[in-house]
């Protein structure tokens, strides 16, 4: 069972430059706090949480750059004002070329429960941005074990990588948007009960058998997850048995919503693509699963189960980023990433 705890926050309008798209980000902007393993250096942090616990707990805009290193530990944002952590790469187009890592190990049964708690980041604030650093949860399988676990609302996060196994990506609430990154896990490793969540252009990777998507949505609102243009692949390492056993999604709540968009698809998944919940507490009645020009190796002689949807291409054109995460995105979704 997912056990979750609910924090709300009032939106805030969000503006932050950043670099521009194609280049390097080898050295921090003006203003920003510093992080640099093993730094010796006056004004500068050897850890996140460190920077991130000298910002003002007040409405200014602030922004951290990460030197390259492996940080391990927990970091909590919850700070009123906008903030961005800029990690160093020599592509911003893409999480291949990060060299900033934050790992922890903690899971949910050693906190009492809590997936959050959990969460290698837990971002409980408005207007956050990230760009090009990895998450990792160290854990492992055997309980639920956040990467990120995500209470805001304007969120992006851009060729950002989320590793884990179960419930790696909690997108729990408010708009956000995850964008030419990478995400690995097993068991339910995308979920959550609020959230209005944009996923494009990213390496969905699966370690072992289990479900992509694990939608919570419990009364027929305006939430969904939408994924376009995404790739699903295994992991090199995938376990034994993996194979025909990797499902989209299955349905946590009674109103689970998912579309998936123009994905390419090598890991070869279960022919149905779409799985219920457990087989005595199916959840299907009211859910909305769907896809709209699904290809790859991975869906050969796919046959999809009766309660999802394959769209027309004009039914297609109604789910999107807008649909999403709501019209007025270009005032806080850095476009450049957009697919």
């Known amino acids: 069972m997912k056990v979750l705890r609910y924090f709300g926050f009032a939106a ?192 969905i990777a699966i370690s072992s058998k289990g479900h992509v998507t694990a939608s919570g949505r419990e009364s027929n609102d305006n939430t969904s997850y939408v994924f376009n243009r995404n790739t699903i692949t295994l992991t090199p390492g995938a376990a034994p048995g993996t194979a025909g056993n990797v499902f989209l999604g299955r349905p946590w709540r009674d109103f689970a919503k998912v579309i998936f968009l123009n994905t390419v698809i090598t890991a070869p998944l279960n022919s149905s693509l779409w799985s219920v919940w457990q087989p005595d507490q199916p959840n299907t009645s009211n859910i909305f699963f769907a896809d709209f020009n699904t290809t790859g190796s991975g869906i050969k002689g796919a046959h999809r189960a009766n309660f999802s949807t394959i769209l027309t291409a004009t039914q297609a054109t109604h789910y999107s980023i807008s649909s999403a995460v709501g019209d007025d995105f270009n005032e806080w979704v850095d476009t450049s990433y957009v697919v």
């Open 12 to 203: 805030v309008f969000f503006y932050l430059p950043v670099d521009v798209l194609g280049g390097s980000r080898t050295s921090p902007p003006n203003g920003a706090v510093i992080v640099r393993a093993g730094t010796a250096t006056s004004g500068e942090f050897q850890t996140i949480s460190g920077a991130v616990n000298s910002l003002p707990n007040d409405d200014s805009s602030r922004s951290i750059f990460v030197y390259p290193g492996n940080y391990t530990e927990q970091v909590s944002i919850t700070r009123p004002g906008p903030l961005t952590i800029f990690g160093f790469t020599y592509d911003t187009t893409t999480y291949k070329s990060n060299t900033v890592i934050i790992q922890f190990g903690l899971s949910a049964k050693l906190t009492s429960g809590s997936d959050d708690a959990s969460g290698t980041l837990r971002v409980h604030k408005d207007n956050f941005r990230m760009y090009n650093v990895h998450v990792k949860n160290t854990f492992g399988s055997g309980s639920q074990a956040l990467a990120v676990s995500q209470y805001g609302n304007r969120v992006g996060f851009y060729g950002c990588a989320f590793i884990g196994f179960q419930d790696t990506v909690l997108a729990e609430q408010g708009a956000q948007v995850y964008l030419k990154g990478y995400i690995e896990g097993a068991v339910d490793f995308i979920f959550g009960q609020r959230g209005q969540a944009y996923f494009g252009g990213n390496v």
